[in-house]
């Protein structure tokens, strides 16, 4: 059964736990054993192979949209238009492959950016589409977590004519439907709200695109999920907005893209053509063209 990502990634970039009130940043952190026998599929991909070769590789999750995604032939998707950018800003072509998300997002940095997998595949150059988190970051030694792009947030979508003047918050779900998709972070928090009160009108699908589709025919009154996916599953009939949501501290999160920690030279330059990219409006411009608010992150 498909994972859901959204989720997945959110769950995973806090699964290691934030710090303790004054405690500094990954004070009980061990550190962990660098890789030291690399295999063929890693040796070389540095930034002066991939300039020589003339393509980089970017590791994409499958079935993502509006993110990544196959359809008639071809790979699409706003992470996509972002990859070829970077390969654009490098020189070179850019060369997807789609991966299913794993166990967590550590199995997926494992097996497509500072290992790879078992059976089949192999590491990435880049990997897209990564949440950061300042404390996972530091516990995953093998990869630098770099190029944050978006600010993504869990988000509500509605019919119209339910809510004409008065958009849905959480507590409306005691009585109306959401849609969401299953044991994604919206799913998560809508039934561990206190008591209870919203499971019983919680409708699962299998994703946020099948979500929304039960929403625009009218399956439910609303959905609820992470806003980009949202908005590509827009119609005429519904909207979408961002309300506060109660006791969600993971209700917004960083994406960014992850680099084997041997490649720091490729590391710099991806950030680099994402930075610029940032601040010419080129990254909004793709956003703007698949129907996506863009968040940039703040300035660090």
């Known amino acids: 059964m498909r994972q859901n990502l959204a989720g997945l990634l959110v769950v995973a970039a806090l699964a290691c736990g934030w710090a303790q009130p004054g405690q500094a940043r990954c004070a009980d952190h061990v550190p962990q054993p660098k890789p030291q026998n ?52 490098l020189g070179v072509e850019a060369r997807f492959t789609l991966v299913a998300a794993g166990e967590n997002l550590d199995a997926d940095l ?18 897209l589409h ?80 099948d979500a929304m589709a039960g929403l625009d025919r009218a399956e439910t009154k609303a959905a609820m999920g992470p806003l980009a996916q949202l908005e590509a599953g827009l119609t005429a009939q519904t909207a979408v907005h961002t309300p506060p949501l109660p006791g969600f501290s993971a209700g917004t999160w960083t994406a960014g893209v992850a680099v084997h920690f041997s490649y720091r030279p490729l590391a710099y330059a991806v950030e680099d053509a994402i930075a610029a990219a940032l601040q010419d409006g080129r990254i909004a411009a793709i956003f703007a063209a698949h129907g996506l608010s863009h968040r940039p992150p703040e300035l660090r």
């Open 130 to 209: 990564v949440p950061y988190d300042s404390e996972f970051a530091c516990r995953v030694e093998q990869v630098v977590f770099t190029g944050q792009y978006h600010v993504e947030e869990v988000a509500i979508a509605y019919r119209r004519e339910v809510y004409p003047e008065d958009p849905p918050v959480p507590a409306y779900f005691r009585f109306d439907s959401v849609a969401v998709e299953n044991d994604s972070i919206a799913d998560f928090y809508l039934s561990a709200f206190p008591g209870g009160q919203l499971s019983g009108n919680i409708r699962r699908y299998p994703t946020a695109a």
């Open 38 to 89: 690399a295999s063929r599929d890693i040796v070389g991909q540095d930034l002066e192979t991939i300039l020589e070769r003339g393509f980089i590789t970017f590791a994409a999750y499958e079935e993502f949209p509006p993110w990544s995604y196959e359809e008639a032939g071809s790979i699409k998707g706003a992470d996509i238009d972002l990859a070829r950018l970077i390969a654009a800003e």
């Open 110 to 127: 494992r097996n497509w950016i500072w290992k790879g997998p078992i059976v089949g595949g192999s590491v990435a150059n880049v990997m």
